[in-house]
């Protein structure tokens, strides 16, 4: 615990603060606080606050009752749907492309990691309209679907497509640098001690990143049930069917029932406030394990 | 188990990490893999153990060939440089994990693991760390239980990359002669890769040297010290005064003068001298020798230490007993001779 | 791409893994992606041209570049500051500020959107006190820029901020016993190690603001010509059913997103061989 605090001395603002050469003058302290904590306040806190205090202006019943509405109630069971999808197909991608990029040399490997970024930088809008093109009526697909009265576009499947695209890379790539940085000497050790690659696999690397998988599978759970854009193109917009919470903020908003818009967008900003104090947590555990381990 | 490397070639890219080897690794002795870093060592080692694939060559495992044979199945017990310890297992799981993922059919009862653990854990004098994660021991400790891990298995041959790298000059010291003891008890076959010239003149019964991926000496540390076979095993082990001369009637000719050789040569040929320190003699007045001026006179332990420089700017160093400094009581700026009693000659390239 | 050395590897797995990944991402990404390249392939190159550089296209990517770039300055400013802020010096409510710097990481983008659409309307919480000096944010390109300027913040604070904790101490002082007044310091020693972060930073929120949809159509107002943005563009013809028409669109804004994506790895590797220096 002493060697925690102290490092904790030695990492934080007190090092800068309590040393002359690094001190900055009280007025330079005073402007910097005032711009970082305005700006945050006007850009980062005000929204934050808006949501929940539109959705409560019209009273707790009518927030209430827009939660409860059967469209809404529909809209937030196609979202755990996608999600409870999307996150263990990319969980189980993210940990077998970390094992394979982090584990080996092979040529294009750069590459490789570098394609798996690229769900990221594709606008969400075209990660919808990828779909349409490959599954829609016109798409390639298109006619061999319908002949077999197989939905896609406009229906669950390709809401759940999109929402795999936009929360892609997130597990891998939280996983690769940890695995790359934990190296490969635990695993070599432990077939040489007789153990199989499942094994070593289950009782030593899983063990290992644990905290890095959870963090990527809180922030992939996020982006899954917060998509809007992907999800929007492929979605239709079937009031009941294939509406998620975010489309269906959208269409409240759309026909002027603020109140219910931002009484469901306020579930959705929970859920956000939840996604950022359980990554504190996991940042918190995980950071205390490493200078743990750093101790000695 | 005796084990024989036989012609193992292996490339990284361009580069030849190990180039055409073959060694025996007599049953029962500790044999040390001694080089500059980046001269195939520790690639020998990993291949030894199946960690890494030789390109040609094989590896026989009491003369049947175990070049093909996957690493879990060659049964040797591996200590890695940074021990690799299972950082989130307690020190009591991290030696009792080789016995733990055993097939069902030859996994010891709970009983017989615990049993098993806890001697081993005393055999390495850790017993009340059992308990404890790897993270909360220090350095000399983790390299005990990482030996311990290794051991229960009941390895063949037992392969320590760099084992006191990570440690400091005192731990290192106490765990060499630790280890000697241990080896003298187990008698498992070992190779052991060191950096550090003293660590493997020490401790093993045989010292491999290495250099660009090939096998420069073998021999006993004594041997190898004071019969180096190349200008490279010279240089490595032990310091040297190093001079280019030429051989002429006899003696040998040096930038400024020439001296008379100790040793026998014939001909007339370029050669680069080596002199070990304790092998240069001082003396004053006239007569044969190199003549230098002392620069500094450094006088720790029971051998002192004295620096020379001649006037073609070439640097010496003498070691003599202090008892005999006493006598002699040197002064810096002071013109002296220095007589090799004995030196080794190596041919060069006249370039 | 994936045959490497020929022996037989200690660790098992390599073929499945490598395997599933790569299958996997082709299924999901590569070849999906791939076909808003083969569907605009079928355009011809006159048809392909009228349509990217029809006015109304022209002024969406005047749009959502300038405005993206603009977001991107603003951000790489004042998450600076931020970032500067929450590593050196402490005040109340720090954890709290720190952690809610991801908030738009966090919140859905239709919620930013409608959440900035009601704060920046004419009515609106702070948009009432902008109404009299003429000031409109909401359903102008400003509102563009408000929303572009909300979603980057994090991306720019996010990647100066672990550079700016690693920065030793040592720099700093040994910069003040040359003599260096704090103004050189900071000038000369602090911000020449960050500025690869910063960089990195910026075309970041760059790259994510050109791409953004979701938080901005609340509150532009959508104004075809003056404040449509060209992800919206697309959505406009895919509606209308003009398939090749979204699909070359979106095929500009993708050569431009795999054209960002390769900078921004060169700027990363920049950034982390000058760390490496640093350290």
Known sequence: MAGNAASLARKG??????????????????????????????????????????????????????????????????????????????????????????????????????????????????????????????????????????????????????TVFVTFPFIARELIPLMEQQGSEEEEAAIVLGASGWQ????????????????????????????????????????????????????????????????????????????????????????????????? | MSIRVEGIFKQFGTFTALDDVTLDFPKGELVALLGPSGCGKTTLLRIIAGLETADRGRILFDGADASDRHV????????????????????????????????????????????????????????????????????????????????????????????FGALDAKVRKELRRWLRQLHDDLHITSIFVTHDQEEALELADRVVLMNRGQVEQLGSPREVYAEPASEFVF?????????????????????????????????ARQVTAYIRPHELAIARGEGDGIPATVRRVLELGPLARVEFVTSAGQGYEAEIPRSELAGLALQPGEAVRLVPRTLRLFPRDAA | MAAAHASPRVLPGFGLTLGF?????????????????????????????????????????????????????????FGLVLAWA??????????????????????????????????????????????????????TPLGVLVALVFIGLPFVVRTVQPVLEDLDTEYEEAAA?????????????VLPAVFPALVTGFALAFARAVGEYGSVIFIAGNLPLVSEITPLIIITKLEQYDYAGATAIASVMLVVSFALLLVINLLQAWAAKAGRREG
Not at chain 1, 84 to 90: E, Q, T, Y
Not at chain 1, 215 to 241: D, K, Q
Not at chain 2, 155 to 160: A, K, R
Not at chain 2, 235 to 258: H, K
């Open chain 1, 200 to 296: 070593t696999f289950w009782r030593v690397t899983l063990p290992n990143i644990k905290w890095g998988l959870l963090y990527g599978v809180i922030l992939c759970n996020a982006r899954a049930m917060g998509e809007f854009g992907a999800v929007s193109v492929v979605s239709g917009h079937v009031r009941g069917e294939t509406n998620t919470m975010p489309l269906h903020v959208e269409i409240l908003y759309n026909e002027y029932q603020f109140a219910a818009a931002f009484a469901v967008a306020s579930l959705l900003a929970l859920l956000a406030l939840l996604t950022i104090a359980l990554k504190s947590l996991v940042e918190w555990r995980s950071g205390r394990t490493q200078s743990r381990e750093d101790a000695p």
């Open chain 2, 72 to 163: 879990r199945e060659r049964q040797v017990g591996f200590v890695f440089q940074h021990y690799a310890l299972f950082r989130h297992m307690s020190v009591f799981e991290n030696v009792a994990f080789g016995l733990r993922v055993k097939p069902r059919a030859r996994r010891p009862s709970e009983a017989e693991i615990r049993r098993k653990v806890m001697e081993l854990l005393d055999l390495v004098q850790l017993a009340w760390l059992a308990d404890r994660s790897p993270a909360q021991l220090s350095g000399g400790q983790r390299q005990r239980i990482a030996l311990a891990r290794a051991l229960a298995v009941e390895p063949q041959v037992l392969l320590l990359d760099e084992p």
């Open chain 3, 86 to 139: 929450l590593v050196r010096y402490s005040f109340p409510g720090k954890k709290l500020v720190d952690a809610l710097v991801d908030l738009p990481f966090a919140l859905p983008t239709a919620v930013a959107g409608i959440s900035l659409a009601a704060i920046y309307a004419k009515n609106g919480w702070l948009g009432q006190y902008l109404e009299p000096f003429g000031i409109q944010v909401a359903f």
């Open chain 1, 13 to 162: 603002e007190t090092r800068f603060e309590h040393r002359s050469a690094t001190r900055d003058p009280l007025i330079v302290r005073v402007l910097v606080l005032t711009v970082a904590l305005g700006f945050f306040a006007i850009f980062l806190l005000l929204p934050l606050v808006v949501v929940f205090a539109e959705a409560l202006r019209k009273g707790f019943e009518t927030y209430w009752a827009a939660l409860v509405d059967p469209d809404a109630q529909s809209a937030i069971r196609l979202t755990l749907l996608a999600a409870a999808i999307a996150v263990p197909l990319n969980l189980v991608f993210g940990v077998s492309a970390a094992w394979a990029i982090a584990k080996y040399q092979f040529r294009g490997k750069a590459f490789l990691t570098t394609l798996i970024d690229l769900p990221f930088s594709v606008s969400p809008v075209i990660a919808g309209l990828i779909y349409v093109l490959v599954f829609g009526a016109q798409g390639w697909f298109g006619p061999w679907l319908r002949e077999n009265d197989i939905r896609v576009i406009f229906a669950v499947p390709g809401i759940v497509l999109a």
């Open chain 3, 21 to 77: 990944t790569i299958g996997y991402l082709s299924l999901i990404v590569l070849i999906p992606l791939a076909a808003v390249f083969l569907k605009t392939a079928t355009l011809s190159a006159e048809q392909f041209w009228a349509q990217i550089s029809a006015p109304r296209a022209v002024a969406s990517y005047r749009l959502t570049f300038g405005a993206s770039l603009l977001a991107a300055g603003i951000n790489a400013v």
């Open chain 3, 177 to 189: 016993s040359l003599g260096a007044s704090r103004w050189q310091t900071v000038t000369r020693v």
């Open chain 2, 235 to 267: 240089g490595f082990l032990g310091s040297a005064n190093r001079i280019e001369g030429e051989v002429r009637n006899g003696r040998l000719a040096v930038p400024g003068t020439d001296i008379a050789l100790p040793v026998a040569a014939d001909g």
